[in-house]
Every structure is written in structure tokens, then in C-alpha cells.
């Protein structure tokens, strides 16, 4: 065992803990680490914003299941680590968020670019540590990258006075080794009575959370589904968790991102088997008319989650694919067949039920623009979204086969998400990668075509322009009878995202046509660069929604 110092042993752990890729920003409070960064075999992205490599990183791991690390200075550029954090926190990301921070000394004195990001990202994180004993640098990253990943995962930032990063401890990388944890195995006289549950429903429904991508398990839950022939609604945060076209599929329910096929089949059923879900309010609506009558089973490997919004009829702690591996085995003994109202009918319902998407007018109707996306790209593409009327179209009515093609902004719903997320999912994969977003959202982190535009990632952007904050236009129109400073005419005017793609080394076109959408699409994808497509939006469309999922008010152009 020999010295080195705390900021090599940082990246000798990240590299036995497997990272292979880092997103940041270097600076003077961080320096030390990137030192040694820049000797390893780890390959660090510079961004341009601080929040954005957060968002990269979380984008990563959403499309490969692989973790990366996030890296900033201190002061500001901590502080603008915090929305990041709270985007892959909510949606049960794994990422360690490292900051750089002023010498101990400096700590609560007010010294210049000294925060204490450590409580001011507690909340909104799984952990955080700031260090300040150099001795306690290995424990602490060992115990932060479990933490991240065990159970329910999450964010966890590290704090690292310069000092400290500084200094020299004894270390041999040869004994490290990444903390176990345990895997919690359902309880199996619950999975019987699941079973029996399930047995004894009339219209049993299964609910296919997030929770089971992240546990990989998508294939033996559709399995499940099949072996017990109860239709499948996917959550939001679930979209490509089973093909379009399955015989079950049953689309999402929800008052936002739902579709009236899923809203009908949740209605009509009596029984609910959600697996790693979270029933949150975009998802349930009004909870009385989300329960009324009908009982659920929750699964989830976060016992906190279970009895949070309200009490399970029967409740399982357990990994989304050790639980479903347990039911299946038990489903298969039983040899029971749901007889759902819906069942049979769910293709026929699938194709009687959709939202129309194939207008032809001009100004384009919104709707439109994702038909032709769905044509276009089909399983050939990663896509990203944020926030706004733009991501609930996106969720109602892209057409998604398979899991982590689907990267959305789900509990956060944050603006500027989609480009460094597209970023980050592109790097992991290699895959084409389309930012779906709002005219408005576009602004947010623009500036992170540059990054692709350098590392010759050619993220698609795909601007609805509608020339308003839609979403907040139509809760003012409905819920308010006003409308104050939501119009942004200028976005189809004034304001050139053309040339503003061009200015950061990027194809850009805009697009007033419908039929002209995909030729756009291949011109974009065959200029080899990252590019802006610009669509121009009929600017007073609503999106389908409501309050509760028997209420959700359709609208046709």
C-alpha cells in the first residue's frame, strides 16, 4: 500500500466502480480531481451548464442501465447541480453528483464560491456527504455508490473541499471493492395471495411501473401477463415496457399522458397488480375515483412507497423482477385465465379508440408531428422529453416497442432536460437520440448543441412550435377564464431556431408542411451533424386531459 492523493484515489474508485463515462465542467474548485480524470480511462464531456451534465448523466444510465457520474465546481456551479439531481432523484436514477467546494477552513464563512450544497441538495437527493476527513474518502464513496444503487435508486452528491482533494492518503486501488447489498426476495405466502387475489377478481388489470425497466424485467412481466391474460396499462415512466401491438397492451391511464383505451380498461377493472409503481397524481387523478371499488396489490422495492398516496389491499416489498419471477411460477401452477371485460376486445379498442393524428392542415397540427415521428424512426431511435403540452402529446400519442427507447422527465417535469439527456443517452449507446420539445423549452439549454456539435453526437431536435407555453395557456383557458403572458408569437417570427442551430455548427431547417416532415427528418439524420428541426405549429391546440381519469375532455381539430 503506498500514498496517493485523495483526488487519484477518487478516480481509481470511479473506475472500479465501472464508470466509463463523466459529464462536467472544470474548475478551480474541482481541479484537483480532473487531474487525475484526464489520466484515466474514464471519458469526461464537457458540458456548458452545470445542470445539463447532471441530466447527461442521468440520460445515460436511462438508455443503458450503466451508471455515470457528474462533476462541477463549487458555489454556482453546485447550485446549478440541483435541478439535475432532483430530475434523476424523482425518476429513481442512480448518479453520483461529485462538487467541488473551498478549503475546510473557509466552510460557513462566507468565502467566495463556498455553498453548503450538502443541505441545500439533502431533500431532494438519497444522500449527501460533504468530506471533510480525507481518511474517510474511500468509505464514503463506497457507501455513495451502494447507496445510489440499492433498492429505490437515486442521486447522491459528494461535496470535496479543495483541501482534501488535495491531500495524501494510503490507498492500494487492488483491494477496493464495490459495497454489496441486498436484493429483497418477495415474501411467498403474499405472492400466494396475490395469486388468489388475482383468482378471485372479475376484471383483473396488470400495471406495469418504471420500477420494472429498471429491474429489467419487462419480458417476464408481458410473460406474466400472457400466462394469466390480464391486460397491461404501462405508466408513464414505463412507456415501451410491452409492444404496441400486443394482444394486451392496453395503452397508459392517467389524466395527462393517458390515453382513453388505458383510462376505460383501468375503469372496467376491479383488481390492480401494479408492479414498481407509484400512483402519483398525473398518473391517479382524483384518488376516489382512481380506487373506487376495485382492489390493488403493490409491488415496489421501496417499502416507503407502499401506503404513500394510499393503503394497498395487499402490500409486497421485493424487486420488480424477483416478485414477477415468483408469480409467474405460482400463475403457472394455477393454470387461471382472466376473462377481463376488455381482454378480447383490446386490439379492436386499440384501433377504435386512438386519437387521431393525421391531419392535413396547415398551420400543422401538433398531433401530426408525432404520427410522423412514429413513421419515421419506429424502434430506431432513443427519444428525450421534459416538460409542457409538448411531453403529454409526446406521452399520448408516440408509439414506443421497447424499454429505454423512452426517456422522459417524468416526476420532475423539467424544462431543458431533452438535449443533454438525448446527449448523454447517445454516448451511452450509440443510437440515434430525439429531443422532442416546446418552442419555449428549447431555450432552456440550447446551448448544449455545442457539446454535441464538438463530440460529433448528432442529436435530432424536434421543435413543436406552437408559439405559446401551451400547457399554462390551457390551465389559465380552463381552469382560470384568462390568458396573461403565455403568447409567444415571436417564436414563430422573430426569433430564428434555424439560425440559431447554425451558430452552435448544427443542420437546422424549419418546417411549415405537414406532408414536408419527414424529408426533414432525412435531411437532418443524413447532414451527419446534430440538427434543429423546427416545425411550425397551428398555436391554439389543446391537449386531452382532465381531472380524473372518467373526465379527461378530448378535443379533435
Not at 313 to 324: F, H, S, Y
Not at 468 to 474: A, D, F, S, V, W
Amino acid at each position: 500500500m503506498g500514498t496517493m492523493k485523495v483526488s487519484e484515489v477518487i478516480v481509481k474508485i470511479l473506475e472500479a466502480e465501472g464508470i466509463k463515462a463523466a459529464f462536467g465542467i472544470p474548475g478551480a474548485g474541482i481541479n484537483g480531481i480532473y487531474k487525475y480524470l484526464g489520466e484515466s480511462n474514464i471519458e469526461h464531456y464537457c458540458n456548458r451548464h452545470e445542470e445539463a451534465s447532471v441530466h447527461a448523466a442521468g440520460g445515460y444510465f436511462r438508455a443503458s442501465g450503466e451508471m455515470a457520474v457528474a462533476l462541477c465546481t463549487s458555489g454556482p456551479g453546485a447550485t446549478n447541480f440541483v435541478t439535475g439531481v432532483y430530475t434523476c432523484n424523482i425518476d429513481s436514477i442512480p448518479v453520483v453528483a461529485i462538487t467541488g467546494q473551498a478549503v475546510t477552513a473557509q466552510l460557513g464563512k462566507d468565502a467566495f464560491q463556498c455553498v453548503d450544497i450538502a443541505q441545500i441538495c439533502e431533500p431532494v437527493t438519497k444522500k449527501t456527504y460533504c468530506i471533510t476527513d480525507p481518511e474517510a474518502v474511500v468509505e464514503t464513496f463506497a457507501e455513495a455508490f451502494r447507496i445510489a444503487r440499492e433498492g429505490k435508486p437515486g442521486a447522491v452528491v459528494i461535496d470535496l473541499p479543495l483541501d482534501v482533494q488535495n491531500s495524501d492518503i494510503e490507498f492500494d486501488p487492488t483491494t477496493y471493492k464495490s459495497l454489496s447489498y441486498e436484493v429483497p426476495s418477495p415474501d411467498q405466502d403474499k405472492i400466494e395471495q396475490a395469486i388468489t387475489m388475482i383468482r378471485n377478481a372479475k376484471n383483473p388489470l396488470l400495471l406495469m411501473g418504471g420500477g420494472v425497466i429498471l429491474a429489467d424485467a419487462t419480458e417476464k412481466c408481458v410473460q406474466l401477463a400472457e400466462t394469466l391474460n390480464m391486460p397491461v396499462i404501462t405508466t408513464y415512466m414505463a412507456k415501451g415496457g410491452i409492444p404496441e401491438d400486443h394482444k394486451l397492451n392496453a395503452g397508459h391511464c392517467g389524466i395527462q399522458v393517458g390515453q382513453p383505451i388505458g383510462n376505460k380498461v383501468f375503469l372496467d377493472s376491479d383488481l390492480v397488480l401494479g408492479i414498481g409503481c407509484r400512483f402519483t397524481d398525473r398518473h391517479t387523478g382524483a384518488i376516489d375515483v382512481y380506487r373506487r371499488d376495485r382492489k390493488f396489490i403493490h409491488i415496489n422495492i421501496e417499502p416507503g412507497e407502499i401506503g404513500k398516496i394510499f393503503e394497498p389491499e395487499l402490500g409486497i416489498v421485493a424487486d420488480a423482477a424477483l416478485a414477477i419471477d415468483a408469480l409467474l411460477v405460482e400463475a403457472q401452477k394455477c393454470n387461471y385465465k382472466s376473462n377481463h371485460v376488455d381482454v378480447e376486445a383490446l386490439p379492436q379498442l386499440r384501433s377504435e379508440m386512438a386519437r387521431k393524428t393525421n391531419y392535413s392542415q396547415q398551420p400543422i397540427i401538433p398531433h401530426r408531428v408525432f404520427e410522423e415521428l412514429n413513421k419515421y424512426f419506429g424502434d430506431n431511435a432513443i427519444f428525450t422529453t421534459g416538460c409542457g403540452i409538448t411531453q403529454i402529446w409526446s406521452g399520448q400519442l408516440q408509439q414506443i416497442n421497447q424499454p429505454r427507447l423512452y426517456l422522459a422527465s417524468g416526476g420532475a417535469g423539467t424544462l431543458g432536460y431533452d438535449i443533454p439527456a438525448a446527449f448523454g443517452a447517445a454516448v451511452a449507446t450509440g443510437k440515434q437520440a430525439v429531443a422532442v420539445m416546446g418552442d419555449f423549452g428549447f431555450t432552456f439549454h440550447a446551448q448544449e448543441l455545442a457539446v454535441c456539435a464538438k463530440n460529433k453526437i448528432p442529436v435530432i431536435v424536434v421543435v413543436v412550435n406552437n408559439a405559446y407555453l401551451g400547457l399554462i395557456r390551457q390551465n389559465q383557458k380552463y381552469a382560470y377564464g384568462y390568458e396573461c403572458d403565455v403568447a409567444m408569437e415571436e417564436n414563430q417570427g422573430m426569433m430564428d431556431y434555424v439560425k440559431v442551430a447554425e451558430g452552435f455548427a448544427c443542420y437546422g431547417e424549419r418546417v411549415f408542411d405537414p406532408e414536408e416532415i419527414p424529408a426533414a427528418l432525412k435531411r437532418a439524420q443524413e447532414s451527419g451533424k446534430p440538427a434543429v428541426i423546427d416545425i411550425i405549429c397551428d398555436q391554439n391546440v389543446d391537449c386531452s386531459m382532465g381531472t380524473a381519469l372518467d373526465n379527461c375532455r378530448e378535443f379533435v381539430y
